[in-house]
């Protein structure tokens, strides 16, 4: 393939001229020491005709394997619940394909109306006042609320469940870090944030104290006894999809709440883009991160829409913003909003009781079979971890030769970390503990004990 | 909103901000140049009372319709008494803006501070 050049010999030559070097190579020689020069090219393949690179790239996208390929149960954040047709109609449009910062966002009233109506079904779930117009994702929406914690009482210490998914602890602390913050893992106990380390890590340096529902094993967290015992601004990370049928964080006591926002009407895409959300109490109004939209009346009394809070991300405030997320995921957060509003109230409560159904038929039979227990014995909502008696690796190359993904790998735990979403049937389900029985008693009469 | 105005028993700083003082302790406030600048204000983030303030540095913010700017302090000393009204009614600083709009009172460090301020009429000739 030829690179694309736009620069001519004698766009070169006049530029060379105006600052009065002979060539090219009399810049580097004048600005890069000798000692740091490599002296020869760089040891890369040659050029490829345009034809062999496509069936290049090809080959490497024919190894992927998609969630349409295979029975799968991996969860672990992202899941793969069905997107209506709908939404891929509404996303085209050439209105919203667009989701960068408009500059002047009045002219764009659908934009606004979107942003509007999806902080509405956010506020609902979650039962806080006020809700942004969406962040990147789930743990930068996390890293977010920690950072709102700093700002709001400038406390030195972030407590945080070792129940929260590890990339959110991650990403938590790797901005944290910047802004001399101690994190704090508080371990789990039977599944769930274990309550007496929790009420022990908290003192008075506490900025923010952060859990996660139902937590990285799939354990429905006691929202209200940890936000009770919690210190500082409370914090929950909520897959949306449970809100349906949890009290929701607003009602435990929770001040923000942030979340992945994928399983609301994003397919897996290989991890992204999604969206995360963050809604909170009125109190930190002021220190969120990124926009919020309104509902106005314009000089002849009709409804309208406009930027309401954008007063501290940084096209407005430079330096001192509180927020750097200007290109929102308006897109992707559309797509959220307009499956909530596929599902509806009842929608949502359904879902989350057909989940409740399955995950619970998929736990009793998985913990039936020879070689498979519960990791632990919480209450689950849609996805659980079961412990093997057979190397998990090993286990799930075994299923994966039969069709099946049993879930995700915890390693440490030798655990599978199932999940459901209501595309995978009963007989799914049964095909999975089939499948899963057979690799588990295959391995362990490989492997003697 | 009140019709331009700068009071004549005040001191001002080049940040437009105002101090009225009263032996060791002062108030202070933007001026009406500053609000009429930043137009509608919708909020003010106070500093805590007992914090420190330094002369020509930032003590606490007022969000308008159009930005968030820092307030510039005219001297130094320590918060005694913000103006809790605020809250609720941060168009005071729109409406009366050195009466009712007032931001806080400070317990002055160094009352000789006051020198470097300006009086209302060489303030004035400074705005454009």
Known sequence: MSTYTSTTADDLQAMLAEIGVGSLQEIFDRQVPAGVRLGRPLDLPAGMPEQDVYTHLRDLAARNVSAEDEVSFLGGGMYDHYVPALIDMLMSRSEFLTPYTPYQPEISQGGLQVMFEYQTAISELTALPVSNASVYEGPSALAAAGYLAKLANGKSRFVVSGGVHPHSIETLSTMAAGYGMQVEVVPLRDGVTDPEAWTQAMGDDTSAALFQNPNFLGAVEDAEALAAAAEGVVVASYDPIVLGILKPPGECGVDVCVGEGQPLGNRLDFGGPSFGFFAASEAYLRRMPGRIAGETRDVDGRRGFVLTLQTREQHIRREKATSNICTAQALNALGGVVYLSWLGRRGIVELGELLLQRTHYARERLCGLDGVEALHDQPVIREFAVKLQAPVRAVKERCAAQGVNPGVALVDENALLVALTEQRSRADIDRLVEVVGAAVAAERSAVPA | ?128
């Open chain 2, 1 to 128: 909103m009140a019709d331009a105005s700068y009071p004549e028993d005040l001191l001002y700083h080049p940040e437009h901000d105002w101090a009225k003082i009263d032996g060791a302790t002062a108030t202070f406030g933007i001026t009406w140049f500053a609000q009429d600048a930043l137009g509608e204000v919708v909020f003010f983030d106070p500093p805590e009372v007992g914090s420190p303030v330094s002369k020509d540095e930032p003590y606490a913010e007022v969000e308008s319709v159009k930005a968030v700017s820092d307030v510039i302090s005219p001297m130094s000393g320590e918060i005694v008494e913000v103006n809790t009204a605020l809250a609720d009614g941060p168009e005071a600083i729109n409406e009366d803006p050195y009466g009712e709009g007032w931001l806080v009172k400070v317990k002055l460090s160094d009352p000789s501070e006051r020198d470097s301020l300006l009086d209302q009429a060489t303030y004035t000739s400074q705005l454009s």
